[in-house]
């Protein structure tokens, strides 16, 4: 939340159960789908609600559970881990210019790497170094985003603060406004 707020967001909190209508009722530029414990793929009526949302083509920030949630949406498989990621000292690199940020980590589901080569949906923007899972979507068939890890925490604490004035600048780009924050 406070992430957005410093990129120049009005922010609205909603619970999970929140309905398409009550959403757009707000006239939102975008919506996040924040972190939260437990299997995406129990996830059904929020999974559906996105797909609603997909297809009003909402701009859409999916962050660890909200990673994980949109990609089933777009029909990407989603598995279980080993072991997982949690900590706050796991590298991630950013797929189109090959800096590396420190970030925090703590799920246990993963978006498969099979399902990705057979859409067309998506492009890995981000990879774990430690297991090149893969840590951030940019979607193509929407105005979408989305990262595994938390960029709102981690061992560089303003590391990522790119990736919130991103997703600024694709609601101001959706909405054909002009950001003053995006970067």
Known sequence: LNSLAYSGCDVIVLPA???????????????VLSNGPG????????????????????PLLGICLGH?????????????MCFGHHGVNHPVKDVSDG???????NHCFVVDEESISKSQCCQVTYR???DQSIQGLSYSNFWG?????????????????????????????FRG???TYAS
Request: glycine content about 8%; proline content about 4%.
């Open 17 to 31: 159960s929140t309905s398409e209508e009550k959403i757009f009722s707000y006239n939102p530029d975008g919506v």
């Open 39 to 58: 299997d995406p793929s129990a996830c059904l009526e929020v999974i559906n609600l996105v797909k609603k949302l997909i297809i009003a083509r909402m």
């Open 68 to 80: 994980q949630i949109l990609a089933i949406a777009n029909g990407l498989k989603v598995s279980k």
């Open 99 to 105: 800096r590396v940020f420190v970030t925090a980590q």
């Open 128 to 130: 774990s170094l430690f």
């Open 145 to 173: 985003m989305s990262f595994q890890g938390h960029p709102e925490g981690g061992g560089g604490p303003r590391d990522l603060c790119h990736f919130f004035s991103n997703f600024v600048a694709l609601m101001a780009k």
């Open 177 to 179: 406004w002009k950001s």
